[in-house]
């Protein structure tokens, strides 16, 4: 779940209804949005959340993210959203000269387990995942790759699989009938 407004505002601004909706499944939930301080992380894992991004912390206090992935082990994501190969920051609104992949590079350095990475010029579009970026950060890093941002057909989702892409986030493909949950999990469990 993403908070954002907390993106835009540099604070989480809806932790209220991301606990409720933690308390209300019985599957794990990964929330980000304004998780800029220790206090941010610590209140999302009390309230219910199995993990926590940090996404513009990664840019702007790569200390916090070390502090946090020590504090609370295996919780801390980085989540590294680019448009054409640069970071973006502060729910998108920010850019950066920082290059995705040497970020990416930073992060597994410090012990991130785990990174999540959205092609922006891609989020939404149904159009297809930017593989070559994929392949790049698996290649890179030793730790696992989610893939976010133009998944449109399930096999997309088989050819980010076979990459070596941990996972991947599907959002309008889904809404808009694209395919169903079940048959992408199917198509991903067969390939593997």
């Not at 790569?62 to 680019?82: C, H, K, M, N």
Request: net charge negative.
């Amino acid at each position: 779940m993403v908070d954002l407004d907390g993106a835009k505002a540099g604070a989480p601004s809806q932790s209220e209804v991301m606990a409720a909706i933690c308390r209300a499944v019985a599957v794990p939930v990964e929330v980000s949005g304004g998780m800029r301080r220790i206090d941010h992380v610590e209140a999302a894992l009390a309230y219910g959340a199995t993990r926590v991004q940090l996404g513009s912390a990664a840019v702007k206090d790569p200390v916090l993210v070390r502090r946090a992935t020590e504090r609370f082990p295996g919780a801390i994501v980085v989540s590294i959203d680019a448009r054409e190969g640069l970071v973006q920051t502060d729910g998108w609104l920010s850019s950066s000269t920082v290059r995705a992949v040497d970020l990416a590079r930073e992060m597994a350095a410090a012990g991130v387990p785990r990174i999540m990475f959205t092609d922006i010029g891609r989020d939404g579009m149904l159009t297809e995942p930017n593989y070559a970026a994929y392949e790049e950060l698996v290649a890179a890093l030793g730790c696992p790759v989610v893939a976010s941002g133009g998944v449109s057909k399930v096999s997309h989702l088989v050819r980010l699989a076979a990459i070596g892409c941990e996972g991947s986030i599907v959002g309008k493909a889904l809404y808009e009938g694209s395919f169903t949950l079940g048959e992408a999990l199917d198509a991903v469990v067969a390939t593997a």
